[in-house]
Nanobody
Framework: VQLQASGGGLVQAGGSLRLSCAASGRTFSIVSVAWFRRTPGKDREFVATITKSSGIGSYADSVKGRFTISRDNVKNMVYLQMNNLKPENTAVYYC????????????WGQGTLVTVSS
């Protein structure tokens, strides 16, 4: 499984961005895809995840109501719509996939930088 994240950029506080995660390879084996983020000096932080079959998403409390995760199984894409962005959302965002519900996220994209200016 290979993942390619894109869509990052510079946006003002209150603005929006949509991140994309393109999956290739053994995509039929993927059961869920998640977004994580990392800022310098901090541990990697879970943002959101979505189950491939049901399309049900779950979110970190810090992004609930502002971020929406979605998927397009035909295109093998997962999206993260980020609204009302805040400076503290500045980070490198990574998408990751796992092949069983209980497995770790073993497949990672390269990351895309989101910078939110105040």
């Amino acid at each position: 499984v290979q993942l390619q994240a894109s869509g990052g950029g510079l946006v003002q506080a209150g603005g929006s961005l949509r991140l994309s995660c393109a999956a290739s390879g053994r995509t039929f084996s993927i059961v869920s895809v998640a977004w994580f983020r990392r800022t310098p000096g901090k541990d990697r932080e879970f943002v959101a995840t979505i189950t491939k079959s049901s399309g049900i998403g779950s979110y970190a409390d810090s992004v609930k109501g502002r971020f929406t995760i979605s998927r397009d199984n035909v295109k093998n894409m997962v999206y993260l719509q980020m609204n009302n962005l805040k400076p503290e959302n500045t980070a490198v965002y990574y998408c990751a996939a796992r092949l069983t519900p209980s497995a770790a996220y073993n497949y990672w994209g390269q990351g895309t930088l989101v910078t939110v200016s105040s």
